[in-house]
């Protein structure tokens, strides 16, 4: 018998973490106390404009804390994930590898 993943928990997935975009912001801030948006934005490839609009929507849900200030002269922006962020995420991979685990292996052959 075919056992297909739960759709009710596909459902039920983070939509603002899952945006392919803001779950790989997520995912570096995950691996540092804090990074500076010029970091994150080499790391993920995005531009500064689309990094932008996706850490306004990550601020704004409480998940990423960003703080302006200067280094000398130049503007510095530090992002960091807030605590309800780590937790948020935390979530959401155990949501996603309870589906994964749902899914029928393509290799397995039953009978």
């Given amino acids: 018998m075919t056992r297909l993943p739960d759709s009710r928990a596909l459902l039920q997935l983070d939509r603002l973490i899952h945006e392919p975009a803001r779950l790989l912001i997520l995912s570096i801030l995950a691996g540092a106390e ?4 010029g970091f994150v934005e080499h790391l993920s490839g ?23 200030s200067f280094r000398g002269k130049r503007p510095l922006t530090t992002l960091q994930l807030t605590p309800l962020g780590r937790t948020a995420l935390a979530e ?14 393509p ?5």
């Avoid at 804090?34 to 948006?37: H, M």
């Avoid at 290799?107 to 009978?111: E, G, L, S």
Wanted: charged letters at 25%; proline letters at 2%; a neutral charge.
């Fill in 34 to 37: 804090s990074a500076e948006f």
């Fill in 46 to 68: 995005l531009s500064k404009g689309n990094l932008s609009s996706h850490l306004s929507k990550l601020e704004a849900a409480g998940l990423v804390a960003i703080e302006k």
């Fill in 107 to 111: 290799d397995r052959k039953d009978a």
């Fill in 92 to 105: 959401y991979r155990t949501q996603l590898a309870a589906i994964v685990a749902g899914i029928p292996d």
